[in-house]
Structure formats: C-alpha cells, structure tokens
C-alpha cells in the first residue's frame, strides 16, 4: 500500500501508521537542484528503487535514486509485512508463452526472493523484526485440496523448509478462529516491519556511494539523440545512461505504456492496542503471519509488542472509507469474536499497483527504459527478484530479464476516468462467487 488514495490530504510526509510510529530514524535527503550526473538513474523510493540502486552500487554503478516524497512513503512503507514465496498469483498460466523453462525460472526465483530477502537482512545487519512461519488458511474444503497440491509440488521441487497440512480439528493450534476449515504452514515464509527493512536498505545503498533526492517528483524522461536520458524534476535535472521506473501505482504521467497497464487499488490496515500475552496465545500461538484464501481476503499478524495487525478490505473504486477503523472492525470481528470492541491505535492504507495477469511487469521497453510494477499485493519479495534481475540485466550478468519480457501485460481499457470503475466492475464478480 502506499498513500491514501486523496495524496492531497498528506503531502510529502509520512502518513501515521504503526511502522511510522516504531520506525528506526528516517533522515531527510535534499531534494534534486541544478545538474547531477550518474551512469543510472532509478526513479522510486520503495522496495523496488531502493535495492535496484543498492544492487547497482553492490556492482560498482554510480546511481541516482528519485524520491517524489519520502523513502518508503508508498507501498513499501504501509504493507502488511508478510514475506512469502512466489513472483505473481501463479505461473502455470503462462505456460503457453514462456515454455517449461520459463516456468520453473519464475518458480526458482520466487524461492530465491525469499532467501535474498533475508541474506540482505544478515548482510546489512537491518533490525525489522524478522519471524519465519507463515500459514495460508482455508475457507472451504477445495482449498484444502490445493493446499496438499501444493505441499506435494514443494517437496517434488526439494523445498527445504517445513510444510505442513493442518486439518480443521488441529487449526487452534495456529489461529484461535472457527472461521476456516484447515490451513497449510510454510516456515520457509514470515513476516517483518517493512518500513525498518526499507529504511535499512536505504542506508546501505547510501553507503555505497548512492544519490538519493527526495521530495523530487520527476516531470518527464527525454531520450536524447546520444541515446543517453535527460530525467527532469521541478528543480533539476540527471543526466543518465539508464532510466529504471519504479513507480509502481505513481507512473501515471511519467511512460504512457507503463502507466495504462497497471491500476491503484486500496488496501487498509489497523493495529490493536498492545494485547495481553494470554490473548495473543489464543489468537496466534505459534505467532504466524496468516492469510485466507478469499478474493477479498483478511491477513493478520501479531507484532512484537502484541499488537494485532489486520489488513484486508481491497477496494478499486478510487475511494477510501470514511472510517478505516470501522470498516475493518467488522472483518476482526468476524474472525475473533471474543475480541469485542478492543481499541485500534492505528489505521492506515493506501494504493498498490495491479496488474490484469497479476504476474508483476519486470522488463526493458522498446525506448530502453527499464521497469518494474504491478506485484497486486505480492511484492515484499516480488520487489527485490525485480531490483536484482534488473541490475543483473544492466551488468550483463545474465537475461533473466527475458523470461518476464516475454509475458504479455493488457492494457486496461476505459482511459484514467474508466480504468477503476471497470475493475471493480469485474472484481465485484469474483466477490459474489465467494459468497455462493
């Protein structure tokens, strides 16, 4: 998630939220004036930004990093904190196109994103709170079926981490809820503060020589006739050989063809007031992170001052509600029932970028520019598999780039006034066969 979707009511600065309130120090970097040089320049301060600039600097490129506002302002500072495996909502869709070997890139990646999250976790010594073990839920018996699929196709691929199917009888065992039928855990998964993780990872990049300007919006791109790029803000200019977007739901204005194939949508989380430890033992014993298997699903997890962090009510109709806290209270309600009318300190949402295929957009345009967005909520991994092809593509280190070059991304019809109403038109649809 990133900003609420009225940017106007917050500005430059951080929205309140739980992570603002227990972030590690966030310094200030000038904004863009006059003329700065670099061989690369990245335009976004999130996860994907952030560590294609570190892994550009890691090989011993000079970048420039673009901030419109504040590091981890968007989606990358506001999301739920689940690190889970896999790039997209599945890739046995796009089998057609990109062939077997295609396939099981994209599969390995999603494993290697996990791991390369926390390799750079231990690398930098980043302090965000960090805890492996994760559980999918079920809501109705066909999801248990793919569950066991799922184990099966993991132990087949010599996943080296714990899974494990947990029937109705045994689920008060991870969640204290009669609301689901069973689950599957994955300790190979986890959760985490992700505006520390980012904040860290800034300071890394930072370290190794990385340009970042932030409260510096860039205004155009220019492909100059030496094919290098002029990337224009309000008050400055970067002169570059690469450009690299990051922008994710904020590219509106800055690529025409990026911008008509990705779409903000809403998404709202609330944080409890710290919690006895005899609640949080009920709630979630063994202190999962949890998602169910709804379109329009719930997800929560315990933080590691007991607090309930819930997250969930998706909207796509440009709108958010006028009260966060009571349109999530409800959902709480639903799951915990015991929980009554327990006190929500903090509320917050904002937009994350979609894409129609729900695979995320990695890959170099025709005019050279570089790219990556639209992760549909699955990005605190997604981000980082993306910022690593793209550096590895930069420093011919290899074409991984080429497997997600090859899968086909629709642009949304309906212009910038039409494109939301008809999402939520056709996600409106797929909620109603939730309910039958």
């Given at each position: 998630?990133?900003q609420l979707?009225?940017?106007?009511?917050?500005?430059?600065?951080?929205?309140?939220?739980?992570?603002?309130?227990?972030?590690?120090?966030?310094?200030?970097h000038?904004?863009?004036?006059?003329?700065?040089?670099?061989?690369?320049?990245?335009?976004?301060?999130?996860?994907?930004?952030?560590?294609?600039?570190?892994?550009?600097?890691?090989?011993?490129?000079?970048?420039?990093l673009?901030?419109?506002?504040?590091?981890?302002?968007?989606?990358?500072?506001?999301?739920?904190?689940?690190?889970?495996?896999?790039?997209?909502?599945?890739?046995?869709?796009?089998?057609?196109v990109?062939g077997?070997?295609?396939?099981?890139?994209?599969?390995?990646?999603?494993?290697?994103?996990?791991?390369?999250?926390r390799?750079?976790?231990?690398?930098?010594?980043?302090d965000?709170?960090?805890?492996?073990?994760?559980?999918?839920?079920?809501?109705?018996?066909?999801?248990m079926?793919?569950?066991?699929?799922?184990?099966?196709?993991?132990q087949?691929?010599?996943?080296?981490?714990?899974?494990?199917?947990?029937?109705?009888?045994?689920?008060?065992?991870?969640?204290?809820?009669?609301?689901?039928?069973?689950?599957?855990?994955?300790?190979?998964?986890?959760?985490?503060?992700?505006?520390?993780?980012?904040?860290?990872?800034?300071?890394?990049?930072?370290?190794?020589?990385?340009?970042?300007?932030?409260?510096?919006?860039?205004?155009r791109?220019?492909?100059?006739?030496?094919?290098?790029?002029?990337?224009?803000?309000?008050?400055?200019?970067?002169?570059?050989?690469?450009?690299?977007?990051?922008?994710?739901?904020?590219?509106?204005?800055?690529?025409p063809?990026?911008?008509?194939?990705?779409?903000?949508?809403?998404?709202?989380?609330?944080?409890?007031?710290?919690?006895?430890?005899?609640?949080?033992?009920?709630?979630?014993?063994?202190?999962?992170?949890?998602?169910?298997?709804?379109?329009?699903?719930?997800?929560?997890?315990?933080?590691?001052?007991?607090?309930?962090?819930?997250?969930?009510?998706?909207?796509?109709?440009?709108?958010?509600?006028?009260?966060?806290?009571?349109?999530?209270r409800?959902?709480?309600?639903?799951?915990?029932?015991?929980?009554?009318?327990?006190k929500?300190?903090?509320?917050?949402?904002?937009?994350?970028g979609?894409?129609?295929?729900?695979?995320?957009?990695?890959?170099?345009?025709?005019?050279?520019?570089?790219?990556?967005?639209?992760?549909?909520?699955?990005?605190?991994?997604?981000?980082?598999?993306?910022?690593?092809?793209?550096?590895?593509?930069?420093?011919?280190?290899?074409?991984?780039?080429?497997?997600?070059?090859?899968?086909?991304?629709?642009?949304?019809?309906?212009?910038?006034?039409?494109?939301?109403?008809?999402?939520?038109?056709?996600?409106?649809?797929?909620?109603?066969?939730?309910?039958?």
């Amino acid at each position: 998630m990133s900003q609420l979707l009225n940017p106007a009511t917050h500005g430059d600065d951080h929205p309140k939220s739980y992570y603002v309130a227990t972030a590690h120090p966030m310094p200030e970097h000038p904004s863009l004036t006059g003329e700065v040089h670099g061989q690369v320049c990245v335009v976004g301060g999130g996860f994907s930004g952030v560590n294609t600039a570190l892994e550009l600097a890691e090989r011993g490129f000079d970048v420039v990093l673009l901030e419109a506002r504040r590091i981890g302002w968007g989606a990358s500072g506001r999301n739920g904190g689940q690190l889970l495996r896999g790039i997209g909502h599945g890739t046995e869709p796009f089998r057609k196109v990109i062939g077997d070997e295609g396939v099981a890139a994209i599969d390995a990646m999603g494993f290697e994103s996990v791991e390369l999250v926390r390799e750079r976790i231990t690398r930098y010594d980043i302090d965000c709170d960090l805890r492996m073990g994760y559980c999918d839920l079920a809501n109705k018996p066909a999801h248990m079926k793919a569950f066991a699929e799922e184990k099966d196709w993991l132990q087949q691929q010599g996943y080296p981490h714990h899974v494990e199917l947990v029937p109705r009888e045994r689920l008060r065992e991870v969640v204290g809820s009669t609301r689901y039928c069973g689950g599957m855990i994955d300790m190979g998964c986890g959760h985490l503060h992700p505006l520390n993780l980012l904040l860290g990872e800034a300071a890394a990049a930072v370290k190794l020589g990385v340009k970042i300007y932030e409260k510096s919006p860039v205004t155009r791109v220019e492909r100059q006739a030496d094919e290098r790029y002029l990337v224009h803000t309000a008050e400055g200019t970067v002169q570059a050989e690469k450009v690299v977007l990051c922008g994710n739901a904020y590219v509106q204005g800055l690529h025409p063809v990026l911008e008509g194939k990705v779409l903000p949508a809403g998404s709202y989380v609330v944080a409890t007031e710290p919690l006895p430890e005899s609640t949080c033992q009920r709630l979630l014993p063994g202190n999962h992170a949890v998602c169910d298997q709804r379109v329009d699903l719930d997800y929560y997890r315990l933080t590691p001052d007991r607090r309930l962090l819930f997250g969930g009510l998706c909207t796509y109709s440009g709108r958010d509600p006028k009260d966060i806290r009571a349109a999530l209270r409800p959902n709480i309600k639903r799951v915990f029932p015991a929980l009554g009318e327990v006190k929500l300190d903090y509320a917050w949402g904002g937009m994350i970028g979609i894409g129609a295929n729900r695979m995320p957009q990695i890959g170099r345009l025709p005019d050279g520019i570089y790219h990556a967005q639209a992760y549909s909520g699955h990005g605190l991994n997604a981000t980082h598999m993306a910022a690593r092809v793209l550096a590895e593509t930069i420093s011919q280190e290899s074409q991984r780039i080429d497997v997600f070059n090859r899968i086909p991304h629709m642009t949304f019809p309906g212009g910038r006034k039409l494109r939301s109403p008809l999402l939520a038109l056709g996600m409106l649809y797929y909620r109603m066969k939730d309910l039958l």
